[in-house]
């Protein structure tokens, strides 16, 4: 070998080469999680900002910023690339890479055009438990009703069928559209609504009356419309939102539950990004990546005093 040749580097053993490429693959799989989260709105933009500044090496901190901003709803390449601009970012940097300057500058644009929900204080003796098809909402409340008998949980009527497992008065009221129509007529429910354009779902007026006059605390499960009309009729009720850890973890709760066809799922995971757009007008927000830790979250606040 000539005096001043350089050393050919040597080979990385074919083992490494393989183990290199399985944690590409993962990464590119974990950043495009991250963006379906971003669109759907499962993750804020700010809490995806958060986790890249602790943690540059993670899904959110590798991701390039223009990547970034089109995983944002009705952001599309002008505008990000105006985004870019206006903020004077580079359209190589990733998110964990930006400087002081440049975060604090994304972080006020995003507060600006997309500000995070704020939780607001517990209100009412009266709390809606509310969330997206699928997200586990019926086996948060089953959870409550099992360890916390002393809170009252509304059992809502519908006219759809039992599904196997569900008991007649426990889980629901199955009634036929003639009694759900009575019960209309006679005011005897406190919000009602068509869920999913099939079947009808109502909260019976008396037992919470009943309850809250008796000073217990009342935890009502029900859909996004019944929230917002508790809202309307009760005012001072506080409202939760029950959120998935995940876009890919709701989906795969819901192919999992195996109750629906898959054009019915197609519809409900439709139906579930408008819910998700929504959670900015709850009081609070739970995830729901633990059953029993988001139960005993809803209880902390059902039994927060009222004001």
């Given at each position: ?53 602790a943690d540059p090496q993670s899904a959110a901190g590798t991701m390039r910023v223009p990547e970034f901003l089109t995983a944002l709803p009705a952001i599309g390449e002008g505008k990000r690339d105006r985004i870019l601009a206006e903020l004077a970012i580079s359209p190589v940097k990733r998110l964990g890479g930006l400087g002081t ?207």
């Amino acid at each position: 070998m000539p005096e001043h040749a350089i050393a050919p580097r040597p080979t990385p053993p074919e083992v490494d080469r393989a183990a290199a490429s399985r944690k590409a693959v993962a990464a590119r799989r974990a950043r495009a999680a991250l963006k379906r989260d971003l669109s759907t709105r499962v993750v804020t933009p700010q809490e995806a900002l958060r986790r890249a500044t602790a943690d540059p090496q993670s899904a959110a901190g590798t991701m390039r910023v223009p990547e970034f901003l089109t995983a944002l709803p009705a952001i599309g390449e002008g505008k990000r690339d105006r985004i870019l601009a206006e903020l004077a970012i580079s359209p190589v940097k990733r998110l964990g890479g930006l400087g002081t300057r440049q975060r604090r500058a994304l972080e006020e644009w995003l507060d600006r055009r997309m500000p995070e929900p704020q939780a607001r204080p517990a209100r009412s003796r009266l709390l809606v438990l509310a969330g997206p098809t699928a997200v586990g909402k019926g086996t948060v409340a089953a959870h409550i009703r099992a360890h916390h008998p002393e809170l009252h949980l509304s059992v809502s009527a519908t006219t759809r069928d039992p599904r196997p497992g569900e008991v007649d008065g426990e889980h629901y009221f199955f009634v036929d559209d003639a009694e759900f129509d009575r019960l209309i007529a006679e005011g005897e429910l406190l919000e009602w609504a068509t869920v999913h354009n099939r079947h009808r779902y109502g909260t019976p007026r008396g037992p919470i009356d009943r309850a809250l006059a008796d000073g217990k605390a009342v935890l009502l499960e029900i859909d996004l419309q019944g929230a917002r009309q508790v809202r309307e009729a009760e005012p001072s009720a506080t409202l939760v939102f029950l959120l998935p850890p995940s876009w890919d973890e709701l989906t795969a709760r819901l192919v999992g539950r195996g109750t629906e066809d898959a054009e019915e799922r197609a519809r409900r995971l439709r139906t579930a990004k408008v819910e998700l757009a929504a959670q900015g007008e709850f009081d609070f927000r739970v995830v729901n990546a633990d059953v029993a830790e988001a139960a005993q979250q809803v209880v902390d606040l059902i039994q927060a005093p009222a004001r």
